[in-house]
């Protein structure tokens, strides 16, 4: 039963220890200039702040983009717009998606291949954004954004209607330069693939 219990909490406690700490960063020796937690609804607003004021690269490393056509005043679709503006401005910005394998079936379907930000991915590509998927063969589970080599943004926080308006997400931004070359050296490593 406590497990049951648990497993329905979508706080994690991983999520408040690893904020805590980054919260407290500074009192650790860690080299960040500024943190700001960005809980529930304190992220959408800061994470459109630091895109509108974007002047140099983005590098958005993102589980899921569930945009719905219909919904274009949604804030996930509002977010995806703040890249393609982005982009118009001159801004070099990458976006990397998840697509993988559908490891936890059987039989036929354990070989499809999942994609769960096709909107957002023909969005962003038609409006000329360099945009990718993960290989099949890796799950990115990653949250990430680095804006300018200066700001990163990480943490629980997928850009859907459910995590930006409903569900508890835990989520930071962290001002450092060192912190953000330390996400760029490992997520430029990611592989990226376009469909056919």
Same mark, same amino acid.
Not at 18 to 39: E, M, R
Not at 48 to 75: F, R
Not at 139 to 163: C, E, M, P
């Given at each position: 039963?406590?497990?049951?219990?648990?497993?329905?909490?979508?706080? &994690?406690?991983? /999520?408040?220890f690893a904020l805590f700490i980054l919260y407290n960063a500074s009192s650790f020796g860690l080299p960040a200039d #500024?943190?700001?937690?960005?809980?529930?609804?304190?992220?959408?607003?800061?994470?459109?702040?630091?895109?509108?004021?974007?002047?140099? &690269?983005?590098?958005?490393?993102?589980?899921?983009? %569930?945009?719905?056509?219909?919904?274009?005043?949604?804030?996930?679709?509002?977010?995806?717009?703040?890249?393609?503006?982005?982009?118009?401005?001159?801004?070099?910005?990458?976006?990397?998606?998840?697509?993988?394998?559908?490891?936890?079936?059987?039989?036929?379907?354990?070989?499809?291949?999942? $994609?769960?930000? #096709? #909107?957002a991915y023909e969005l962003l590509k038609k409006n000329g954004v360099p945009v990718y998927y993960d290989s099949v %063969? $890796?799950?990115?589970?990653?949250?990430?954004?680095?804006? %300018?080599?200066?700001?990163?943004?990480?943490?629980?926080?997928?850009?859907?209607?459910?995590?930006?308006?409903?569900?508890?997400?835990?989520?930071?931004?962290?001002?450092? $330069?060192?912190? /953000?070359?330390?996400?760029?050296?490992?997520?430029?490593?990611?592989?990226?693939y376009q469909p056919k």
């Amino acid at each position: 039963m406590k497990y049951l219990k648990y497993k329905t909490n979508k706080f &994690s406690i991983t /999520a408040i220890f690893a904020l805590f700490i980054l919260y407290n960063a500074s009192s650790f020796g860690l080299p960040a200039d #500024d943190v700001i937690p960005l809980v529930d609804s304190d992220y959408y607003p800061q994470v459109h702040q630091a895109l509108i004021a974007a002047k140099e &690269s983005i590098l958005c490393v993102m589980y899921i983009s %569930d945009i719905n056509p219909k919904y274009k005043q949604g804030w996930e679709y509002n977010l995806v717009n703040d890249l393609i503006n982005a982009h118009r401005r001159e801004v070099a910005v990458t976006v990397i998606f998840d697509q993988n394998i559908m490891f936890w079936e059987t039989g036929k379907k354990s070989k499809k291949t999942e $994609r769960k930000s #096709d #909107d957002a991915y023909e969005l962003l590509k038609k409006n000329g954004v360099p945009v990718y998927y993960d290989s099949v %063969d $890796r799950v990115t589970h990653s949250k990430v954004l680095v804006i %300018d080599d200066y700001i990163t943004i990480l943490g629980s926080t997928n850009w859907t209607h459910s995590a930006l308006r409903k569900n508890h997400e835990a989520s930071v931004l962290i001002k450092s $330069r060192s912190v /953000a070359e330390a996400f760029l050296e490992k997520l430029r490593m990611i592989s990226k693939y376009q469909p056919k």
